[in-house]
Each structure stands twice: as structure tokens, then as C-alpha cells.
């Protein structure tokens, strides 16, 4: 998979970031992945493969909650707490096991069923980078 490829309904599509820690709004991916899936009534999952970023279903609403998130988690896990790990980005790999890897999202009639205020973000912990999701539809 490269680029917006598709394979048996798999497509990975690039997610730029351009913070140390940010939440990217990817619904637009996820819609993407559903329209080229053809996919009308069933599952979408996504993932992201890296150890530093994950991704969650939160409010898309007011932005101050994905702003109250980053503000905490940082407090939680500080970018400096004497970690042992040499490459210095051990709080992003924690943030990440801890929100998680996947999510998934109801298909009906060809569109992601999220609630009124969900959006599905990517969850960057460890940038800026240029990151990627991969998104199945079945």
C-alpha cells in the first residue's frame, strides 16, 4: 500500500502533522476509504502503525476538548520524566499505548455513523512528521 492505494479494501492515506502533540480531524480519510470501498452497510477500521501516535473518537464540536485532552495527557505524561528509553520520546510511545491504535465506525448506508458531535481524529505524540493511517472497509 502507497500513496491512496487500495488493496481488498485496505487504503493508506498520508497524515501530516505539524505539532509536537496535535489531534488531526480524519473524517474526511475515513469517508474517503467508504466511497472508494463501495462498502454501503458494514464496518470501517482504522489504524495507525506507529508507535508515537494513535487515534480516538472524541468531540469535533468545540475545539477546546481536543485542547483539554492534549493539555492533560501532557500533564499525566510529561515529555521529560527521566525515562530510560535513549531516543527521548518514551511519553509519546506511553500516550500512544494508551489511547490505542484502532477504532472502528459503523458504515450505513455508505456513511461512517458517528454521533451528532464524534469525529474520528488521528492523534499525533511525537511530531511534526508525516504520518500515515491505513483504513479497511468491510
Known amino acids: 500500500m502507497k500513496g491512496n492505494t487500495k488493496m481488498a479494501n485496505t487504503f493508506e492515506y498520508p497524515v501530516p502533522t505539524n505539532s509536537r502533540t496535535e489531534f488531526v480531524n480524519i473524517d474526511h480519510l475515513v469517508q474517503k476509504a467508504i466511497n472508494e470501498s463501495g462498502v454501503k452497510d458494514g464496518t470501517c477500521h482504522v489504524f495507525v502503525p506507529h508507535t508515537t501516535a494513535a487515534v480516538t473518537i472524541n468531540e469535533n464540536a468545540d475545539p ?15 515529555f521529560n520524566d527521566n525515562y530510560s528509553h535513549l531516543e527521548g520520546n518514551s511519553a ?17 448506508s455508505g456513511h461512517a455513523k458517528l454521533g451528532t458531535w464524534q469525529s474520528v481524529f488521528f492523534c499525533e505524540f511525537d511530531g511534526p512528521r508525516r504520518r500515515k493511517v491505513w483504513i479497511k472497509v468491510m
Not at 477546546?64 to 510529561?78: A, G, H, M, R, T
Request: hydrophobic share 45%; with cysteine; net charge negative.
Open 64 to 78: 477546546s476538548v481536543v485542547s483539554d485532552f492534549l493539555n492533560e495527557i501532557n500533564k499525566v505524561i510529561p
Open 92 to 108: 509519546a510511545h506511553i500516550k500512544s499505548s494508551l489511547v490505542g491504535c484502532s477504532t472502528s465506525v459503523i458504515v450505513e
